[in-house]
């Protein structure tokens, strides 16, 4: 029961907030959403530059361990 009920208190929380936000604090409300906008913007590019590196540097570790592990089978062989 309790599940439902956070269904439908998140429902109504919705609800509320976009009617105040529509109707109540239509200008206040526009101008928290423009305000948002730039941090969301640099935030996500900076989330996106750091996941990139990280990717970039994972490819070259992989690449490396691949190399050594062909290095290393002829000398376990001998």
């Known amino acids: 029961m309790g599940k439902y009920l956070a269904i439908f208190g998140g429902l ?3 609800v509320g907030g976009g009617v105040l936000g529509a109707l109540v604090w239509r200008h206040e409300f526009v101008m928290l ?8 913007l640099f935030f996500g590019g900076l989330i996106a530059l750091i996941a990139g590196v990280s990717s970039i540097k994972d490819a070259q570790r ?3 361990l ?3 592990a062909k290095d290393e ?4 062989k001998a």
């Open 12 to 14: 109504v929380a919705i």
């Open 33 to 40: 959403i423009k305000g948002c906008i730039p941090p969301f």
């Open 62 to 64: 992989t690449k490396k």
């Open 66 to 68: 691949e190399a050594e």
């Open 73 to 76: 089978k002829p000398a376990d």
